[in-house]
């Protein structure tokens, strides 16, 4: 299996790819600029990221960036949606550059702008992106949201619908496990009952699970996640995903609340350790 958790690097993109295998990841996500904002990114470091290419390589390793939250694809500002465009073009630069196969972007936020508006809004974004994007090998893969506000991405549906017109090399989808519960996509009794699973319009598009237990209960619309097996989705909700067979090749990221890096070790064994042979 692929498991691994989002790595800090706050000391260069190679330092995080050295840093995954010492907690037994085989896998890792990094923001692509500082999560917070993203108008006075630091330029990205050539060497440091060809460094970490050739070590995820050696290492066999892969990665995704995680663009940053002020990303709004669908929101009404006009300002901030061009920055938001201005800002996905450059993580795939960044991501290719460091040979990371994806770039996870969360559904966007139309206020009161409804969402029917907001899906329209997201795939004129996506559309903007795709024209300008000169990058190969890394998709942006499209993450389900947990439903706070006015966040779109919250069903099969709208998933679909949202990456329905594009290309299934360029975009893709990734399924945060903790917001699919929030949102009421996935139960605790039985998460591979989800219907995608079944369905290859969205099984060809998933590429990356946040694997995620979840602090707040079944479809209490909020992004909390919370340690592996500590929270409502529990040991066996996260047994349940991470043994389902059609779920074998996706890459699992851990982006549980740990204190410090290093606990990671340990989320990763606990999820390794539900697994049946
Ligand atoms: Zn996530
Ligand atoms: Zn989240």
Redesign the pocket.
Known sequence: MRIGCHLSIAKGFSAAAKVAPTLGANAFQYFTKNPRGFRNAKPLDRVDAERGRALMQELDLVAVGHTPYLINLATPDDSLYAASIEALVQDLVIAEARGTYGVVVHCGKPKDQGREWGIERMQEALRAVLERNATEGVRILIENT?GQGSEIGTTLAELLAIVEPFSLDQVGICL?T??AFAAGMITREAPEAFEGFNRPDFMNRLHAI?L?DSKVEFNARK?R?EMIGQGALGLDGIARIVNDPRLEHIPFYL?TPVDKESQYADEIATVRSLLHQ
């Open positions: 947990a945060d903790q917001h946040h995620n992004d996640h982006e």
